[in-house]
């Protein structure tokens, strides 16, 4: 079965490079989370979509982070001109329609900037 | 102060010990998440519980409404168990969307 997919897996990009990061929820799912965890440290949430809709934003970092998902499916975590401090482990995790639904992850993207 | 505490932070056991691994919060909470993170970021989730006690093979979850104090025991624990274990939590700010957050993990060494 298939389950939340995160690609790509690992990426170096230079300083000031953007950077796209995309998320495969699992089907049906109609909520969606993007979270980023720095190196030792728990996931922090990022941003929260449900269908399309970006309905909460508030833990994006600046703005130079902007998520989409156009047609309910498909996320893209874009990062522009990046800096070593973004350097993380993005997480995405979907979810069925109600808070009381449990968030299954998907592996996650390595996020390292030199 | 973090909303979500856990403790210990790292944890070495022998093959064979009895785990406890500890969640306090500060928030109010619709449910409390134990998850399971391996090297290579993956995150499983092991329960998601509101009240009581779960228990799923050698793993068993506690949590206490009124103290905000959650437990995850491993009995018999094995190498395999190695990992980073988060508790994170479900808070009633937002109504339906349910946000987790997170605690920083504890890390956890079984050695042979």
């Known amino acids: 079965g298939a389950g939340v997919s995160q690609s790509p897996r690992y990426k170096v990009a230079k300083r000031g490079q953007d950077v796209a990061l995309r998320c495969d929820p699992i089907?049906?799912?109609?909520?969606l989370f993007w979270y980023q965890q720095a190196l030792g440290q728990g996931p922090e949430f990022l941003t929260y979509f449900q269908n399309e809709a970006q309905l909460d934003k508030s833990g994006l970092p600046s703005d130079r982070f902007f998520a989409e998902r156009p047609e309910g499916s498909v996320s893209t975590l874009k990062i522009q001109r990046t800096q070593q401090e973004d350097s993380a482990v993005y997480l995405c995790?979907?979810?069925?329609?109600?808070?009381?639904?449990?968030?299954?992850f998907g592996p996650g993207t390595r996020l390292t900037v030199l | 102060k973090n909303e979500v505490e856990q403790s210990p932070q790292n944890l070495t056991a022998q093959e064979g010990e009895f785990i406890t691994i500890n969640c306090s919060y500060s928030?109010?909470?619709?449910?409390l998440h134990w998850l399971q993170q391996h090297p290579g970021g993956g995150i499983v989730s092991l329960f998601m519980?509101?009240?009581g006690k779960k228990k799923h093979g050698r793993l068993i979850a506690t949590i206490n409404i009124q103290e905000k104090h959650s437990s995850l025991h491993i009995t018999a624990s094995h190498p395999r168990d190695s990992a980073v274990y988060i508790c994170?939590?479900?808070?009633?700010?937002?109504?339906?969307?349910?946000?987790?957050?997170f605690g920083k993990g504890t890390k956890l060494s079984v050695k042979p």
């Open positions: 995790a979907s979810r069925l329609a109600g808070g009381y639904n449990e968030q299954f």
């Open positions: 928030v109010g909470i619709s449910a």
């Open positions: 089907s049906g799912h109609v909520s």
């Open positions: 994170a939590v479900r808070s009633n700010y937002g109504g339906s969307q349910g946000n987790l957050i």
């Open positions: 519980l509101s009240s």
